[in-house]
């Protein structure tokens, strides 16, 4: 009997002195990140039969289990990787709403200044200062514009590099789940759960998680498999595998994700990875191919539009000539996809008209239902139409050369992205503004109804300026005949039309606004500028250019036309949809991170250390320690009373 009570009380010191260390160990990992509350499971000795019934045995220690559930676990994990991605998305967009600065600072404010400028130089066409506040505006605005472009190519940069860097980390973290895969998978050999390295693996999903989401399964070895987005094994058993970083399919200055594998790299593609940092940044390059195209659609339409009105204008040499250009802007570029049959890019395009140029990539490939035609997509908005090639769509012709592209082939084309990062100002000379208009506007001396002229503007280079038209109104309810006379008095051409309020005549490649109302016998001449260098008429449909809608504007099916933007109104839209996306990813990250917060709380709340609580326990422990110390006193002091009776 006192060997039984020693074997009560030692197995109850044992038992009461296992739970003292694992409360102890959970008080010293209390602030450990990833570590689970740890307890010892102790169950009742199985019972003695005698005469009188069963006698305890004592306490068994089965096991030491952590306080851990999988699945507040595994949201815990998947609602942090959304939260950094949310949130990296969020810290790279607030860098590039930098890129489209308000006020003084902004493309709008230069372009509208340059513009203003041309106030001074339709007040005094002959003079130089006045001119060279022109170029200097513009080289100013060129210099905004590329300025803009090498702030986006940095922050590529910059997301490239960071990419790199959150790839080499999943790297090593798959590399040590691999390796805690087969430690786990060794222990489970020996009947119990190495809560440790459980613990570490956890934390390391976790960590995962927070680069790149991923999925796990477990296995009956206790090894637990990772999956990306896809189901593209990145962990199993205990090998893992490598992510590689990629130059873009077609853009070789954007990144993408691949995994390789034994036969060969197998591309991820961004859509399946819903989050973690590498989502938010591989998301965040459409971000900025999307402020390219807007800043390039801005300098491509204002450039085009600039230059078309110094066309149509006389500059100050001797002798006069048509304006020359007074901005450039990088040209449309073609991209090859890496995977097509042939590396040569048989596919061009040309600018047909600014305007109407959008702020969007485009993706063309071969249309299998019409051999020799294609399908273009709009990447914008997902817009796909057939095409033949010299079709022109959006304002940009398309030509296929020779060889064809494969059945296969895919390109993408960039009708605007490089337009405002290489924008120059190449006119140097002041001499070279065309302030003059190449024709004048003259009213008939017998005329004797209110009708006078409002203003005249070259609107087609088509305009030959050597011929005199002669409009004469022949009744009150605005008809009239026109004809038009070279040097030698001789009619080249003539007809008639009506005269509507609000409504220019238009004639050899100009239009003649009036105001007030003509009566019939009224006259009016429009013939060639004989005195340039004293001439505003061009310099004030410069400046006329500030109301303009240039920019964006639309053609849909039917020839359904959809007015453009005024190059500051223009900006002000690219402005509000940086802050547009700058608004929705705070919203997100906001929601993310408490939606994360609240999931670890939860999380922590069953498996984390409660100071508290195990200081309750300690106490409790350390009285059932000296119970059962009590008790082995006792047993020995029984059991050396039975020896001395038997002596």
């Known amino acids: 009997m006192g060997s039984s009570l020693l074997s009560i009380g030692s197995r109850a010191m044992f038992a009461n002195y296992a739970a003292l260390q694992t409360t102890g160990n959970n008080i010293a990992n209390a602030n450990t990140p990833g570590y689970s509350r740890q307890q010892v499971e102790l169950s009742t000795a199985g019972g003695q039969f005698t005469g009188a019934g069963f006698f305890g045995k004592g306490v068994n220690i089965d096991t030491i289990t952590r306080a851990h559930n999988a699945f507040l676990t595994k949201e815990a994990a998947l609602s942090r990787s959304q939260a950094a991605a949310d949130e990296t998305r969020l810290q790279q967009l607030q860098e590039l709403e930098k890129v489209f600065p308000t006020g003084e600072g902004g493309l709008g404010f230069a372009a509208g200044e340059m513009l203003n400028a041309f106030v001074e130089v339709a007040n005094n066409p002959q003079d130089p200062s006045a001119r060279q506040v022109v170029l200097a505006r513009a080289e100013d605005l060129a210099l905004r514009f590329r300025a803009a472009g090498d702030q986006i190519n940095e922050l590529q940069v910059g997301t490239n590099a960071d990419i790199r860097n959150a790839v080499s980390q999943v790297n090593a973290l798959a590399k040590q789940v691999a390796t ?39 296995a009956d070895d206790g090894t637990l498999g990772l999956f990306i987005g896809g189901g593209q094994r990145l962990v199993l058993s205990n090998q893992a595998l490598e992510l590689v970083v990629q130059p873009g399919e077609f853009d070789q200055t954007q990144s993408r994700i691949s995994i390789r594998e034994a036969g060969g790299d197998r591309v991820v593609p961004p859509s399946v990875l819903a989050g973690g940092t590498i989502a938010g940044l591989l998301r965040f390059q459409g971000d900025l191919s999307d402020a390219r195209n807007l800043l390039g659609q801005m300098a491509a339409a204002f450039s085009a539009r600039v230059n078309e009105q110094q066309s149509f204008g006389l500059d100050l040499r001797q002798p006069a000539g048509a304006g020359a250009p007074l901005f450039s802007t990088g040209a449309p570029r073609v991209l090859a996809n890496v995977n097509n049959a042939t590396a040569a890019v048989p596919v061009s395009v040309a600018i047909a008209d600014a305007s109407q140029l959008q702020a969007s990539d485009y993706e063309l490939r071969g249309d299998p239902a019409t051999p020799g035609g294609y399908i273009l997509t709009r990447l914008s908005d997902g817009l796909a139409r057939q095409i033949n090639p010299g079709d022109t769509v959006d304002g940009f012709t398309v030509n296929v050369g020779a060889p064809a592209p494969g059945p296969n082939d895919r390109f993408l084309l960039q009708p605007v992205a490089m337009a405002g990062q290489d924008m120059q100002r190449i006119l140097d000379d002041p001499k070279g503004l065309a302030a003059a208009s190449p024709v004048i506007s003259t009213v008939g001396p017998n005329n004797t109804g209110s009708a006078t002229v409002a203003s005249l503007a070259v609107v087609n280079s088509s305009i030959n300026p050597a011929l005199t038209a002669n409009i004469s ?95 500051t109104s ?76 038997a002596k």
């Open 473 to 567: 109104f022949t009744s009150n309810t605005g008809a009239y005949t026109w004809e038009l006379r070279d040097a030698s008095n001789a009619v080249v051409s003539s007809g008639s039309g009506t005269w509507t309020a609000n409504q220019p005549i238009a004639l050899n490649g100009f239009e003649l606004r009036l105001n007030g109302v003509p009566r019939t016998g009224d006259s009016f001449s429009v013939r060639q500028t004989q005195f340039p260098a004293t001439n505003n008429g061009n310099a004030v449909a410069l400046m006329n250019l500030r109301d303009e809608a240039m920019v964006g504007v639309q053609v849909l099916g039917g020839g359904a036309v959809v007015p453009g933007e005024t190059i």
């Open 180 to 218: 805690i895969n087969q430690q786990i998978a060794q222990a489970k050999g020996l009947g119990h759960t190495p809560n440790d390295l459980l613990d570490q693996r956890d934390q390391l999903v976790s960590e995962i998680n927070q680069y790149m989401q991923v999925t796990t399964i477990e």
């Open 570 to 645: 223009a900006y002000a839209q690219a402005m509000a949809s940086i802050g547009t996306r700058v608004q929705s990813a705070k919203a997100a990250s906001s929601i993310s991170s408490a939606v994360a917060e609240n999931a670890e709380a939860m999380r922590a709340g069953q498996a984390g250390v409660n100071l508290d609580e195990e200081a309750a326990r300690l106490i409790q422990f350390q009285q059932s320690y000296q119970a059962a110390a009590k008790v082995l006193q006792v047993a020995q002091t029984v059991f050396d009373t039975l020896l001395d009776m």
